[in-house]
C-alpha cells in the first residue's frame, strides 16, 4: 500500500529561485497538509485542504508562498522567489477526514536547501 | 488550541515499559488526543489518538486521565526502533488542524 509520496526528495536552489514541491497523498483521502519544520520553530502546518480546497491557509508566512490542489491526487507547493530562511524539511500529510478524530499520514518529506 | 507539556527526554531500557506523559490542562471537551513520533530523518507517524477511554493498538496504550487534563502514552516493550521524537497533540473538533510542540525525545538504551 503506497504512503504518501513527496518529490523531490532533496532540492537545492539558489537564492531567487522558483521552487516546486510535489505531493501525492494516499488514494482515498480526502484532507492533505502541508508542514515545515526547521530546528528554531520545530513542525509547523503551512496550510490544509479539504476535498481540494483550501481551507486553512493561516501558516503560510508570506505570499511567495502558495499552495494548490487541482486534483485528489496531487498537490504542490510553490515558493518564488525562494530565499535561504526558507530552507527547511517540508512535509506533505494526509487523512481520510477532515474531523479531529482522523489520523494523518506523513510523507518523506523533502529537504530544501537555498543558498 | 490547547497547550500542552512534556518532559523534553526520557532514557528507557530495551524491553521495559516506558510511560510517555503530557499535561493538555486547557483542552477543551471535544478535542481528540494524538500521539505521532518522529524517527531520525523521517516524517512523523501516528501512534495512537483517544478522546476519554483509554485505547490500545498494536503499537502502544493511551491512558487517558478522568479529567482529560493529561494523558500517558505506554510503550510496553520498548525496542531500539522506539527511539524517537513523540509528540502529544490535542486536536479540535471540527478540524485536524494539528499544533506540534516540542515533544519528548525517547533514549532506549540496549
Known amino acids: 500500500d503506497a504512503g504518501v509520496i513527496q518529490s523531490p526528495r532533496h532540492e537545492v536552489t539558489e537564492m531567487g529561485q522558483e521552487v516546486t514541491l510535489r505531493c501525492k497523498p494516499i488514494?482515498?483521502?480526502?484532507?492533505l497538509f502541508w508542514y515545515r519544520q526547521t530546528m528554531m520553530r520545530g513542525l509547523e502546518l503551512l496550510i490544509y485542504?479539504?476535498?481540494?480546497?483550501?481551507?486553512?491557509d493561516s501558516g503560510m508566512p508570506e505570499d511567495r508562498f502558495s499552495a494548490k490542489m487541482p486534483n485528489a491526487s496531487f498537490s504542490t507547493l510553490k515558493i518564488q522567489p525562494s530565499e535561504p530562511r526558507d530552507s527547511a524539511v517540508y512535509f506533505c500529510?494526509?487523512?481520510f477526514g477532515q474531523g479531529s478524530s482522523y489520523e494523518q499520514y506523513f510523507g518523506p518529506g523533502t529537504r530544501l536547501t537555498v543558498t | 488550541d490547547a497547550k500542552t507539556t512534556q518532559p523534553n527526554s526520557m532514557e528507557s531500557n530495551e524491553e521495559e515499559p516506558v510511560h510517555l506523559p503530557c499535561n493538555h490542562s486547557?483542552?477543551?471537551?471535544?478535542?481528540?488526543i494524538h500521539w505521532y513520533r518522529q524517527l531520525p530523518s523521517q516524517g512523523p507517524e501516528y501512534v495512537i489518538h483517544?478522546?476519554?477511554s483509554n485505547v490500545n493498538n498494536r503499537m502502544a496504550s493511551l491512558a487517558i486521565a478522568e479529567d482529560r487534563k493529561s494523558s500517558t502514552l505506554i510503550l510496553h516493550r520498548a525496542t531500539l526502533r522506539d527511539a524517537a521524537v513523540y509528540y502529544c497533540?490535542?486536536?479540535?473538533?471540527?478540524?485536524?488542524?494539528?499544533?506540534f510542540g516540542s515533544g519528548t525525545k525517547l533514549n532506549v538504551k540496549p
Open positions: 485542504f479539504n476535498n481540494n480546497v483550501p481551507i486553512d
Open positions: 486547557t483542552i477543551s471537551g471535544t478535542d481528540y
Open positions: 500529510a494526509s487523512s
Open positions: 488514494s482515498g483521502h480526502n484532507s
Open positions: 483517544g478522546l476519554t
Open positions: 497533540i490535542p486536536s479540535e473538533y471540527n478540524f485536524n488542524k494539528f499544533y
